[in-house]
């Protein structure tokens, strides 16, 4: 009973290096999102994934970029790393359209950009 | 555009307790939620409000919502210390997947 996976769960980059964050889910869910947590501002949309095939921007897409792989995986990649990417990122799905039955969320990878 | 305020930022009461914390919002919506995030872990669902009205329970904690006023609030009755957490609303844009988030509220419960 897996639910949404993420890995890895701690990373530390230099400024300049890239990344990919890797999600999976499990219960067949249509819809899944990233979000980064910064102390202090909640959590803000980085990109969803209504379902697969699709993908948009959220609050603050500027410095990523999204690949909804399938159904069960939707990935994170960070080109050139800043130190303003440093943030707790988690991923989330959930099974209808519009999330009206709430999210699913990882348990989160905190990235460190030095 | 939409904004979502929640408060207290903090919370620290004592067992037995109640209080409530509040999720204003800016514009009309038609969905509201309440997650609950312990330290250092993952946010976890507790309630989804999706008409003017709604009142869900679970335990010490009820939330109701309010959407002519545009609040919600979370209700906590003779808390207890497993309650201590952070507390988030996220409030959905009527016709879009966005959903904005509070700030949280940090609760704290001192035996």
């Known amino acids: 009973n897996a639910g949404v996976t993420q890995t890895p769960k701690f990373q530390v980059l230099k400024t300049g290096q890239s990344m990919t964050l890797q999600c999976a889910q499990d219960?067949?869910?249509?819809?899944m999102y990233w979000y980064r947590q910064d102390p202090g501002m909640g959590l803000r949309l980085i990109y969803y994934?209504?379902?697969?095939?699709?993908?948009d921007k959220g609050e603050v897409p500027n410095g990523y970029n999204v690949s909804r792989l399938n159904k069960r995986e939707f990935s994170l990649r960070l080109e050139s790393a800043a130190p303003s990417q440093t943030s707790v990122y988690f991923c989330?799905?959930?099974?209808?359209?519009?999330?009206?039955?709430?999210?699913?969320f990882g348990s989160g990878t905190r990235l460190t950009v030095v | 555009e939409l904004k979502v305020e929640q408060n207290p930022l903090f919370l620290s009461m004592q067992e037995g307790k109640n209080y409530t914390i509040y999720c204003n919002y800016s514009?009309?919506?038609?969905?509201l939620y309440w997650y609950r995030q312990d330290p250092g872990k993952s946010l976890e669902s507790l309630f989804v409000l999706l008409s003017n009205g709604a009142v869900k329970q679970e335990g010490r904690l009820m939330a109701s919502l309010d959407t002519k006023a545009r609040l919600s609030t979370l209700h906590i009755t003779a808390a207890v210390h497993d309650l201590s957490a952070t507390y988030f609303c996220?409030?959905?844009?009527?016709?879009?997947?966005?959903?904005?988030f509070g700030t949280g509220t940090r609760l704290k419960v001192l035996a």
């Open positions: 989330a799905s959930s099974e209808e359209a519009r999330g009206v039955g709430g999210y699913t």
């Open positions: 514009t009309t919506s038609d969905r």
């Open positions: 994934s209504a379902s697969e095939g699709t993908t």
């Open positions: 996220a409030v959905g844009t009527s016709g879009t997947y966005k959903y904005i």
């Open positions: 219960m067949n869910h249509n819809s």
